[in-house]
């Protein structure tokens, strides 16, 4: 059998055992490692004894080359000929200050390959090889990356919760070109991969060919490296996910500062690397790392901040925060709530729902998983929801004394960034509601109109 379909119906057999897709994306660039991959995966489906199913193909136009269009017909009538779908999707490309041009195509190029595996219920295959490998591998020493860069690309591995599978990752550039060369295939040259101002362009006309002279197996070499690394990167990720456990919160959101200064300073840098990570943030340089570092030290009630890409790094109390974006102050203006009506919060998120007729949820109820809580009006009418002065005085139920809302959220423990997020429900202007974090907390007050208030997510 020839080396590249042997080798795509084994990663086919451990998609088929492991994730199951329904479809499979093929990123089509009109290139011949992915005019190689589809002619090969179209082989396979129809010698193999159970189809391949859902099978199409994606180009993605970024509209930097004047050659775009023409790229693109040329992988249309591809796909005609070997009866494959075929889908074109054109992204703006514009790259930023300190911004790489070839990172910002990346990113929108995967970015429309992953949504169109997701709506296809797909795994989406790429055409990267061995020789993409070595590549990869010597950019990452290049940055002074860890075990964790140095595993290069993975046969099988995940994207923004996709699976992605690069099917001729132990297959050399050699190699594809022999298939193309064997069966007649016709492929487009893309001028920018020539352009040796970008870095991996480079490594691969001026640098890996002078070490493959030198070397000539070092490309499969470098591969098994980079495998044993993401094996000992895998081992790694195990323990510290174990003691993960133990130090964050569920949603890992939280990680105890107490318990990571009971460890030595190497497992600090790892289990921050690994909590990061579980997060979904950017991975920290070595410098933002050692800053992480330094938070675990600084005073209890101060309150250090560090941003990371989009997202940010604080510290309150004994807790380390990760935030998916920078906090921003919300200034809500006062908004009537009406009975029976449903006021979307968008700068918060959230929907709220205000029954003044009680009903139990019924089974077939869309949000009957929503909980509603029990409280009680001063009028069915005359009811707002307002951004708290934390000078206000209120009386949770159930509690013994009335206090400042300052008192409370320092008493709850609640961080300061949260705290612009906190609505208050008036009723003839008395506070007669709480809502943090999308939970209601009834207050005691002098009403007699029972009713019930639901906080949902947008998103739900």
């Not at 179209?42 to 004894?49: P, Q």
């Not at 002078?210 to 490309?219: E, H, I, N, T």
């Not at 990061?276 to 901040?305: C, F, G, I, W, Y």
């Amino acid at each position: 059998m020839d080396t590249i379909c042997h080798q795509l119906k084994s990663v086919l057999s451990l998609l088929k055992a492991g994730q199951q897709p329904e479809s499979l994306v093929v990123g089509l660039s009109g290139g011949v490692d992915s005019v190689v991959l589809l002619h090969a995966l179209v082989s396979v489906r129809h010698h193999a004894s159970d189809n391949i199913k859902g099978l199409r193909a994606v180009y993605v136009n970024h509209g930097i080359s004047a050659n775009a269009m023409r790229w693109q017909t040329f992988c249309e009538q591809y796909c005609e000929q070997l009866d494959v779908p075929f889908y074109a999707r054109s992204v703006q490309i514009v790259a930023g200050p300190r911004e790489s041009l070839e990172a910002v195509a990346r990113d929108a190029r995967y970015k429309v390959l992953l949504e169109q595996a997701e709506q296809c219920s797909g795994a989406l295959l790429t055409a990267h090889h061995q020789d993409d490998q070595l590549e990869t591998v010597l950019l990452q020493l290049k940055r002074g990356a860890g075990p964790k860069g140095l595993s290069g690309m993975a046969d099988i591995g995940k994207m923004r919760d996709i699976t992605i599978a690069r099917p001729l990752l132990r297959v050399s550039r050699q190699q594809i070109e022999q298939y193309a060369q064997r069966h007649g295939l016709c492929w487009v040259d893309d001028e920018s991969n020539a352009d040796e101002q970008y870095d991996r362009n480079f490594l691969r006309h001026k640098i890996v060919p002078l070490l493959k002279r030198r070397w000539p197996a070092l490309a499969q070499t470098v591969s098994r490296s980079a495998q044993l690394c993401a094996e000992q990167q895998l081992l790694l990720d195990e323990v510290c996910d174990e003691r993960l456990q133990s130090m964050t919160s569920v949603s890992f959101a939280r990680i105890s500062v107490k318990a990571l200064k009971q460890t030595s300073q190497h497992w600090q840098s790892a289990l921050l690397r690994r909590w990061l990570a579980k997060n979904r943030a950017l991975m920290p340089s070595a410098q933002q790392l050692e800053q992480v570092m330094t938070m675990l030290h600084a005073k209890v009630d101060s309150q250090p901040l560090l941003k990371l890409g989009a997202g940010e790094i604080r510290r309150f109390k004994d807790e380390l925060y990760y935030l998916d974006a920078a906090c921003e102050t919300i200034a809500l203006a006062p908004q009537t709530l009406e009975a029976q009506t449903d006021l979307q919060l968008n700068a918060l998120g959230i929907t709220l729902r205000l029954n003044v007729k009680v009903q139990r949820a019924q089974p077939g109820d869309a949000d009957a998983s929503v909980p509603d809580t029990a409280l009680t009006l001063l009028s069915q009418v005359n009811n707002t929801v307002v951004t708290p002065s934390l000078s206000t005085k209120i009386k949770p139920s159930g509690s013994a004394h009335s206090k400042p809302l300052k008192q409370w959220l320092k008493e709850w423990q609640v961080p300061p960034w949260q705290r612009s997020k906190i609505l208050l429900l008036l009723s003839n202007n008395e506070p007669v509601a709480l809502i943090r974090d999308g939970q209601v907390m009834a207050l005691d007050n002098a009403g007699n109109v029972p009713a019930t208030l639901r906080v949902k997510s947008i998103n739900n």
